[in-house]
T-cell receptor
Framework: GAVVSQHPSRVICKSGTSVKIECRSLDFQATTMFWYRQFPKQSLMLMATSNEGSKATYEQGVEKDKFLINHASLTLSTLTVTSAHPEDSSFYIC???????????FGPGTRLTVL | QKEVEQDPGPLSVPEGAIVSLNCTYSNSAFQYFMWYRQYSRKGPELLMYTYSSGNKEDGRFTAQVDKSSKYISLFIRDSQPSDSATYLCAMSKPAGNQFYFGTGTSLTVIP
């Protein structure tokens, strides 16, 4: 399968700071990237869908001004958690899809802890 | 009612056992069915991908889809301790690219 990387793998920050998470598709061009969050022992919750060069589509209940998504190229999408608070602490996972939208390849995830 | 239902377990089996994991769904528009394996603190890894009804086999893994019953299964033969993980089912419709995930079933294979 295709390889998707995420950076950083783990981040600890103070409340009120902003955190940027990068998602890269290493060996294919991802027309669409997805951002999920996952709480312990729970399934993946889709936050937003981003297509290269256009604005992201956010799921209901996800604040677009708090979770800024940029998909500037076919291999890179970024998620910025602005003014992070402890309740934003979670496991954030990206996935990438090529032309076959019914296959998604997941990154290894980023564990965010906000103190 | 959730669109995809999956028993979260936990499920514990002895090494060598046959494992059966299942999901049910309510939306008949789903045509693509996936099984992902997720180790602790890692991203999901695609295991099996099936289109419409039928069976698909890959090594020790067999995926079954019964669209008439809206029921999908993943069978693991000769289970190994390294199979210990959370297994997530996912499905999608032909149009659009949103995935609908089950809650995941936690599996432990005891040596």
């Amino acid at each position: 399968g295709a390889v998707v990387s995420q950076h950083p793998s783990r981040v600890i920050c103070k409340s009120g700071t902003s955190v940027k998470i990068e998602c890269r598709s290493l060996d294919f061009q991802a027309t669409t990237m997805f951002w999920y969050r996952q709480f312990p022992k729970q399934s993946l919750m889709l936050m937003a869908t981003s297509n290269e060069g256009s604005k992201a589509t956010y799921e209901q209940g996800v604040e677009k001004d708090k979770f800024l998504i940029n998909h500037a190229s076919l291999t890179l999408s970024t998620l910025t958690v602005t003014s992070a608070h402890p309740e934003d602490s979670s496991f954030y996972i990206c996935s990438a899809a090529g032309t076959s939208h019914n296959e998604q390849f997941f990154g290894p995830g980023t564990r965010l802890t906000v103190l | 009612q959730k669109e995809v239902e999956q028993d979260p377990g936990p499920l514990s089996v002895p090494e060598g056992a046959i494992v059966s994991l299942n999901c049910t769904y309510s939306n008949s528009a789903f045509q693509y069915f996936m099984w992902y394996r997720q180790y602790s603190r890692k991203g999901p890894e695609l295991l099996m991908y099936t289109y419409s009804s039928g069976n698909k086999e890959d090594g020790r893994f067999t995926a079954q889809v019964d669209k008439s019953s809206k029921y999908i299964s993943l069978f693991i033969r000769d289970s190994q301790p390294s199979d210990s993980a959370t297994y997530l089912c996912a499905m999608s419709k032909p149009a659009g690219n949103q995935f609908y995930f089950g809650t995941g079933t936690s599996l432990t294979v005891i040596p």
